[in-house]
T-cell receptor, first 114, second 112 residues
């Protein structure tokens, strides 16, 4: 398996623009997680899905952020409009089953908003 | 509020020695604890899981302890090697849908 795939790997955009990050989880995994990592705040969970259904979006910072999972093999995280403070590395991770299963992380998308 | 603390200072250790990293938590009753390794420019990679009813887990040169009374986990790397240099993250979970909360990580540097 190719592992968790994220695109793009790098994104540079201007403040106010819409940004869409994409994730393809590992085939057969039923949970998907979106994280944001910064030096100041570390790795923060934004939202996670189980069987394509959003379970907990309490980590989404504000209404400018939205996430979807239309099917088991694809998810998007959208920021509209983007702001400089959104600059961070965004990771997608997937896992299988319930309970204490390990999470498999993608390579991340480094977002820079100028 | 829940708080997970890892030593924010980098840990420098001589090759061959045992590295010990700590993960302390407050206002939390985790059912399990995971340790991940993260290299620069990459996503975290899972290393070990330990449950609340387990005191110790081992995997090759790695050992994890979990003390729910002290609210602390220790992560040991024996016979450390320069290739072990990375940032190590602990993550606490309460069960259910595998949601975990990550600590801020400790950067380990093994000096040849």
């Amino acid at each position: 398996d190719a592992g968790v795939i994220q695109s793009p790997r790098h994104e540079v955009t201007e403040m106010g623009q819409e940004v869409t990050l994409r994730c393809k989880p590992i085939s057969g995994h039923n949970s998907l997680f979106w994280y944001r990592q910064t030096m100041m705040r570390g790795l923060e969970l934004l939202i996670y899905f189980n069987n394509n259904v959003p379970i907990d979006d309490s980590g989404m910072p504000e209404d400018r952020f939205s996430a979807k999972m239309p099917n088991a093999s694809f998810s998007t995280l959208k920021i509209q409009p983007s702001e400089p403070r959104d600059s961070a590395v965004y990771f997608c991770a997937s896992s299988y089953g319930q309970g204490s299963g390990e999470q498999y992380f993608g390579p991340g998308t480094r977002l820079t908003v100028t | 509020s829940q708080k997970i603390e890892q030593n924010s200072e980098a840990l420098n250790i001589q090759e061959g020695k045992t590295a010990t990293l700590t993960c302390n938590y407050t206002n939390y009753s985790p059912a399990y604890l995971q340790w991940y390794r993260q290299d620069p420019g990459r996503g975290p990679v899972f290393l070990l899981l330990i449950r609340e009813n387990e005191k110790e887990k081992r995997k090759e040169r790695l050992k994890v302890t979990f003390d729910t009374t002290l609210k602390q986990s220790l992560f040991h790397i024996t016979a450390s090697q320069p290739a072990d240099s990375a940032t190590y993250l602990c993550a606490l979970g309460s069960g259910g849908y595998q949601k975990v909360t990550f600590g801020t990580g400790t950067k380990l540097q093994v000096i040849p």
